[in-house]
């Protein structure tokens, strides 16, 4: 096979640069991240950004699993694109699931998702404040399956905070087994 550039990695740098500075670092399951000053945001592959780094974590945008056809449009409707000029709050949320999770299979999964604990229908309340960005890294052998991304108004930090705190008590959350909450003030 041809050694070609993956140009659908991103790579998210805890390191001294970067325009996101950290603001906390709190271990909610398993093994914490060392706390960076700052967070670097590169696209593609780049070697050189992650020299001196604390951690670099990698992962790509992938394709939808578990959404359907009148949700992904309700979605598509009322998401609002990432770097939002007065969003200068934004959260790095790496999970892990457990070996449970991934030997279900996938209408196991989606019943557990969306059914069970309305992962999207309780979160579709905040897409007016939140925009968002799912990265998947499971297939990478990274040492997360996802990198959640979301960006905010500092004003609405309380809100974020709302809506974590009901996904934490979902059927969903019973199988993450590692869960850093990483939160940003954008800086020039
Ligand atoms: C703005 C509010 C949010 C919306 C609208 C939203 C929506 C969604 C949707 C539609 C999916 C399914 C993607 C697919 O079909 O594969 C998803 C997956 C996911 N979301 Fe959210 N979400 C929100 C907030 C959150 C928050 C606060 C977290 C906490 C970290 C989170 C963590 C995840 C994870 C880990 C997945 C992947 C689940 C899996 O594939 O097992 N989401 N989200």
């Known amino acids: 096979m041809q050694n070609q550039k993956n140009t659908k990695l991103i790579s998210f740098i805890g390191g001294d640069t970067g325009c996101w500075e950290t603001l906390s670092l709190t271990a909610v ?6 706390k960076s000053a700052r967070l670097n945001i590169v696209k593609g592959e780049d070697h050189e950004s992650s020299i001196g780094s604390l951690w670099t974590l990698k992962a790509v945008v992938s394709n939808l699993r578990y959404t359907n056809r009148s949700e992904k449009n309700a979605l598509d409707q009322n998401s609002r694109a990432l770097g939002q000029p007065e969003y200068d709050y934004a959260a790095l949320i790496p999970i892990k699931k457990s070996d449970e999770w991934w030997a279900l299979t996938q209408d196991e999964r989606r019943k557990i998702f969306e059914e069970d604990s309305q992962h999207i229908r309780i979160s579709s309340k905040y897409l007016s404040m939140i925009s968002r960005q799912l990265h998947h890294c499971r ?27 009901a996904l934490r008590k979902t059927e969903e959350w019973k199988f993450v087994t590692r869960e850093i909450d990483i939160r940003f003030k954008k800086v020039m």
């Open 29 to 34: 399951a398993g093994e914490t991240l060392a």
């Open 139 to 165: 297939d990478l052998g990274e040492p997360f399956d996802f990198l959640t991304w979301f960006e905010f108004s500092s004003g609405h930090a309380h809100a974020f905070d709302e809506l974590l705190n």
